[in-house]
């Protein structure tokens, strides 16, 4: 079993910041990444970023605007996301991802976080 907790949504204008913070708990170790995810209203839930040992992947809408890092030594994931966008705007999901395909597919994830939501306005 695995656990994850998001934290740090919330509502800025567009331009500044903000950072997701996923608590993880149980064998996150046997999955290929820990991932975040986002759906926005009447939009299929899509990978924004993934960290897996040493590797990063980025959704091309988020590259050079986000980065994802880890601290194992308190089991937490972060996405520090800078310079948002309206188009940022959406529900963020963090999760532990399967093996056999790219860490951004949603279909092979395996456990999901509750959410948290991030809303920029124009």
């Known amino acids: 079993q695995v656990q994850l907790v998001e934290s740090g949504g919330g509502s800025v204008q567009a331009g500044g910041s903000l950072r997701l913070s996923c608590g993880t708990s149980?064998?996150?170790?046997?999955?290929?990444?820990i991932g975040w995810f986002r759906q926005a209203p009447g939009k299929e839930r899509e990978g924004v970023a993934a960290?897996?040992?040493?590797?990063?992947y980025y959704a091309d809408s988020v590259k050079g605007r986000f980065t994802i890092s880890q601290d194992n030594a308190k089991n937490m994931v972060y996405l520090q996301m800078n310079n948002l966008k309206p188009e940022d705007t959406a529900m963020y999901y963090c999760?532990?991802?399967?093996?056999?395909?790219?860490?951004?597919?949603?279909?092979?994830?395996?456990?999901w976080g509750q959410g948290t939501q991030v809303t920029v306005s124009s």
């Open positions: 999760a532990a991802v399967g093996w056999g395909g790219s860490c951004l597919r949603p279909d092979i994830v395996h456990y």
């Open positions: 149980g064998y996150t170790y046997s999955y290929n990444c």
């Open positions: 960290i897996g040992g040493v590797s990063t």
